[in-house]
């Protein structure tokens, strides 16, 4: 059986380097179907009561925001990458609301990369997710980690 051959493994992760993921435009309906499903607080579902509310409007929820950063961390490098999986997140910050018609654009920057002393065939890297508005804002970051398989000897 051949072993299959990624784009990203642990050694092409590097402290410092930022990795752009492209951009996405929410829409006022998706973050409705969201939060109807997953967090139907009234300032997510009800555009009524979302007027009166402290944002003036409908906002996406936080996990909404989350989930479309990890569509765009899935598409732009782990869906060809030797990931293994993640132990966890260390912090997850929503530091400005999400509203409709907001782009975002999210990046992905290496903080820090351990070999495993454990298992020599795979490591941890340590990685800081951000998403910034069109308006040049950040509204929301996520620092976690991930394991990666090292790269086959040859």
Known sequence: MTEKKFTWYFEDFVPGQVIQLGQRTVTEEEIITFATQFDPQSFHIDKEAAKNSIFGNVIASGWHTCS????????????DS???GSPGLDEVRWLLPVRP?????VTAETTGSKPSTSKPDRGVINTLWKA???HGQVVCTIHGMGMFGRRPQA
């Open 68 to 79: 479309m950063i990890m569509r765009m961390v899935v598409d732009g490098f782990l869906a």
């Open 82 to 84: 030797s990931s293994m």
């Open 101 to 105: 018609g907001d782009t975002l654009t």
């Open 132 to 134: 910034v508005n069109q």
